[in-house]
């Protein structure tokens, strides 16, 4: 079955994106929590509302600001930027307007759906329209379905373990 221009495996595609970025979003909220020592609805008190990509803004700005190494300040930048790449794609994936590749001329419309789901989302962006070809969806929910590891993965081994191994640190200096 098809649903206008996308095919059955193109729309599980996005079912997939928009699964995985609910789950590196709960993630980010994670981080940005540990990282300003606040509660998640502490969080919630000072960015009310805030969009995904707001988010990711003041955990790249922290991450400069806690990370001591220009190596992992980079690390950390790559995976912050590599987020934000995906979220535009789910934002215009979600949220574009989906078409034949050919345009919604009028002969593309009276012919109907997009030939073996041939389609791109069209978006408005700030200077021009921003286009995401169906073809391109299974390798983008696949990239996002792996950022969340990734991200949690470092956040274990730049801030959680050193962190445990003070807190173990202070407690055997402090025992007889």
Same mark, same amino acid.
């Given at each position: 079955?098809?649903?206008?221009?996308?095919?059955?495996?193109?729309?599980?595609? $996005?079912?997939?994106? /928009?699964?995985?970025?609910? !789950?590196?979003?709960?993630?980010?909220?994670?981080?940005?929590?540990?990282?300003?020592?606040?509660?998640?609805?502490?969080?919630?008190?000072?960015?009310?509302?805030?969009?995904?990509? *707001?988010?990711?803004?003041?955990?790249?700005? #922290?991450?400069?600001?806690?990370?001591?190494?220009?190596?992992?300040?980079?690390?950390?930048?790559? $995976?912050?930027? /590599? $987020?934000?790449?995906?979220?535009?794609?789910?934002?215009?994936?979600?949220?574009?307007?989906?078409?034949?590749?050919?345009?919604? *001329? #009028?002969?593309? $419309?009276?012919?109907? /759906?997009?030939?073996?789901?041939?389609?791109?989302?069209?978006?408005?962006?700030? !200077?021009?329209?921003?286009?995401?070809?169906?073809? !391109?969806?299974?390798?983008?929910?696949?990239?996002?379905?792996?950022?969340?590891?990734?991200?949690?993965?470092?956040?274990?081994?730049?801030?959680?373990?050193? /962190?445990?191994?003070?807190?173990?640190?202070?407690?055997?200096?402090?025992?007889?």
């Amino acid at each position: 079955m098809r649903t206008d221009n996308l095919t059955d495996k193109q729309l599980a595609a $996005i079912g997939r994106i /928009a699964v995985n970025s609910a !789950k590196t979003e709960m993630y980010v909220d994670m981080v940005l929590s540990y990282v300003t020592g606040l509660t998640e609805d502490q969080l919630k008190v000072i960015q009310p509302q805030a969009m995904f990509g *707001t988010k990711l803004d003041a955990l790249s700005a #922290l991450g400069k600001q806690k990370l001591k190494s220009k190596k992992r300040q980079f690390e950390f930048e790559q $995976i912050i930027s /590599a $987020i934000k790449q995906s979220n535009s794609h789910r934002v215009t994936a979600i949220h574009g307007i989906w078409q034949r590749e050919d345009g919604n *001329t #009028l002969s593309a $419309i009276l012919m109907g /759906a997009a030939p073996d789901g041939k389609a791109k989302a069209i978006r408005k962006g700030s !200077k021009q329209p921003i286009i995401l070809k169906a073809d !391109k969806l299974d390798a983008i929910a696949d990239e996002m379905q792996e950022q969340p590891r990734i991200l949690m993965r470092f956040f274990m081994e730049v801030w959680i373990k050193p /962190a445990a191994r003070r807190s173990v640190a202070k407690a055997r200096a402090k025992s007889p």
